[in-house]
């Protein structure tokens, strides 16, 4: 008689602030035996915006896949750093330097006790001038809601995002999202998603706060997005000339369902320029569920 295959998920807190918030993530060990149908079943069944899937690897310390309900994505900055702080929580990790195979390469890891940080590389700039319009109407909003002299763009770190600089907090907090254009936008540029964000000049604490709209991957909000906190931490050293090499990001407030986040970015600048960058934050196991497979 066939009998179901449970599967144990983890399902952990990233980019928590003061224990609080963040985003939830799937987390799946010893995953060596799922195939990527079955993982991405798993996913579909966890229901969350990611779950990574955690197995042995030949050329880093542990090997990350990432899936949403509806697709595989190349990295995850939210369940990466919820897999290595479960990890060094649970004894697992040897080392305050760790890596992950990713299909796309290997990536550097860095531990602060259990604040993950993971790697990213050098940003990409494109401009995106010609669908301004569409994006900006896709969000509800003019030109005149943008701030000033500063443009839309999008930037790669490992994942694409449009990050669309706005006005103020209350410009980011009304906007109104079309999540079809959005996705058929997300499509043609290849993107994850947006992100949006604006300065938070009344907490000196963060830097900026954002919001992030994937519905290209079934994301229609998400409340901490560390692969879109990286290239928004570059936008803002390179395109609005902000010289530090620290940055505290704010993500998840103007959900339906607010959930204040912070991710954490360090940049690595040689000769003026940006070479690679951390992005981080810690994570809070939350709950365990076993599943049928």
Sequence with gaps: MKTNRKVSVQIVNAFVRNGEGGNPAGVVLHADAYSNQQKLQIAAKVGLSETAFVSRSNSADFKLDFFTPRRQIAHCGHATIATFSYLQQQGILKSTHSSKETIDGN????????????????????????????????????????????????????????????????????????????????????????????????????????????????????????????????????????KKHDFQIEQGRYMEHPSPSLIQVHLHVKNNGIASLMAGGRGILKSQILLDL
């Design 107 to 242: 990536r550097k890891i860095r531990m602060e006790g259990d604040i993950a940080y993971m790697e990213q590389r050098k940003p990409t700039y494109v401009t995106v001038a010609a669908q301004q319009k569409e994006i900006l109407e896709s969000l509800g909003i003019q030109e005149a809601d943008l701030l000033p002299n500063a443009a839309i763009k999008l930037v790669n770190t490992g994942n694409a995002f449009v990050i669309v600089p706005l006005r103020n907090a209350t410009v980011l907090k009304r906007l109104r999202p079309d999540q079809d254009r959005i996705a058929n936008i997300s499509e043609t540029l290849d993107l994850v998603g947006y992100y949006a964000f604006a300065m938070a000049p009344t907490d000196a604490t963060i830097d900026a706060e954002t919001r992030m709209f994937a519905p290209r991957y079934g994301i229609n909000e998400e409340a901490a997005t560390g692969m879109a906190g990286g290239p928004l931490a570059t936008y803002l050293y390179d395109q609005l000339h902000i």
